[in-house]
C-alpha cells in the first residue's frame, strides 16, 4: 500500500473522530417541554392558604427538595407539579389544624438557567416561561465573534438523569438548563 494514502486515510478518521461529539437531542428533550412543570431545588413558590394570613407566604425549595411549612415542618416539592404540592400540603393541614384548608401553590420565581461558552457574559439568568435558547443567549450579551449561532448544547435534568442534546436555538427552555455555545471551527 502506498504509504501516502495510509498517512491521509489515518489523518481523516482522525478529524472525523473529533466530529463523533455531536448528540443529537434525545426524543426526551422535546418531550420534558410538554409535560407539566416539576418543582426543584431553587423554585420560589407563593403558597396561599384561604382566610389563613399567617400560612400565605414565599416559600423556597431547598437542596432537599422540601419547602418548611409553617404548624407541618418539611414538605416533598421535589419532583412534583403545584398541584401535587397543593394537596400534600392541605392533606398535613387538615391532619390536626385546619378544618378545610383551601390552598394555592404558584411558582414565584423558577429556578435558574446557566449559558457558557462563547457569549458576550456568561453566568446565571432568570429564567422566564417561553424562553428559547435565542432568549437566554440573548440575556447573555448575544453571541461572540467566534460562536457557532445555528445549535447549541443543552444539558437538562429528565427524570432524574442528566442529560445533554444539541438543539436549535429556536428550541424552548425548561428552568435550570444549560446552555453551551460552541466555538465555530472557521
Known amino acids: 500500500m502506498n504509504k501516502k494514502f495510509?498517512?491521509?486515510?489515518?489523518?481523516?478518521?482522525?478529524?472525523?473522530?473529533?466530529?463523533?461529539?455531536?448528540?443529537?437531542?434525545?426524543?426526551?428533550?422535546?418531550?420534558?417541554?410538554?409535560?407539566?412543570?416539576l418543582l426543584d431545588s431553587g423554585d420560589r413558590l407563593r403558597v396561599t392558604v384561604f382566610e389563613q394570613e399567617g400560612l400565605t407566604?414565599?416559600?423556597s425549595v431547598d437542596q432537599a427538595g422540601y419547602i418548611s411549612f409553617p404548624l407541618v415542618g418539611a414538605v416533598p416539592a421535589r419532583g412534583h407539579t403545584t398541584k401535587q404540592l397543593?394537596?400534600?400540603?392541605?392533606?398535613?393541614?387538615?391532619?390536626?389544624y385546619l378544618r378545610d384548608p383551601d390552598v394555592s401553590v404558584e411558582v414565584d420565581r423558577y429556578r435558574p438557567i446557566f449559558v457558557m461558552g462563547e457569549v458576550g457574559s456568561a453566568g446565571q439568568y432568570t429564567y422566564v416561561p417561553g424562553m428559547t435558547v435565542h432568549k437566554a443567549i440573548a440575556s447573555a450579551?448575544?453571541?461572540?465573534?467566534?460562536?457557532?449561532q445555528a445549535d447549541v448544547d443543552v444539558t437538562r435534568?429528565?427524570?432524574?438523569?442528566?442529560?445533554?442534546g444539541r438543539v436549535l436555538t429556536s428550541d424552548p427552555l425548561l428552568p435550570g438548563d444549560t446552555i453551551y455555545v460552541r466555538e465555530r471551527l472557521f
Open 157 to 164: 435534568v429528565i427524570n432524574g438523569k442528566v442529560m445533554t
Open 57 to 59: 407566604n414565599v416559600y
Open 141 to 148: 450579551g448575544g453571541f461572540s465573534a467566534r460562536a457557532q
Open 6 to 37: 495510509v498517512v491521509s486515510a489515518i489523518c481523516a478518521l482522525t478529524i472525523l473522530s473529533g466530529c463523533s461529539g455531536y448528540r443529537p437531542a434525545p426524543t426526551a428533550f422535546h418531550e420534558a417541554v410538554m409535560r407539566p412543570y
Open 86 to 96: 397543593e394537596g400534600a400540603i392541605a392533606e398535613r393541614l387538615r391532619a390536626g
